[in-house]
């Protein structure tokens, strides 16, 4: 019953931020440093949760493999929205650039 009610407010929690997200990039338009696709993102992720709580007990049909799959691509998600949000940030145009900047950053650590 807790794991239920934790679940079904994570699924809100990100379904709200979702319409937040796709709202700030509607906001900023050329400029949105990948917000859209972090909505998308959390889109996938919340609905990942919702088809977790209507499945009910585990097992492998065609529900649990498209929660898995949502999964996956909200992960995804998030990578390009971030790679988006870091080349927008540091004025990177290609990507080539963008990749060469991760790599010397590593590095440093």
């Known amino acids: ?35 859209d696709v972090f909505g998308v993102g959390n889109l996938m992720l919340g609905g990942a949760y919702v088809l977790q709580l209507l499945e009910g007990a585990p097992g492998w049909s065609w529900l649990s493999m498209l929660n898995h799959t949502l999964t996956l691509c909200s992960l995804l998600a998030y990578c390009v929205g971030g790679r988006g949000s870091l080349a927008a940030r540091h004025r990177l145009r290609c990507r080539c650039c963008a990749w060469l900047w991760v790599t010397a950053w590593c590095r440093s650590w």
């Not at 807790?2 to 338009?29: E, K």
């Open 1 to 35: 019953m807790i794991a239920t009610l934790l679940v079904g407010m994570l699924c809100v929690y990100l379904l709200s931020f979702t319409v937040m997200f796709l709202l700030i990039s509607r906001r900023l338009q050329d400029e949105n440093m990948g917000m």
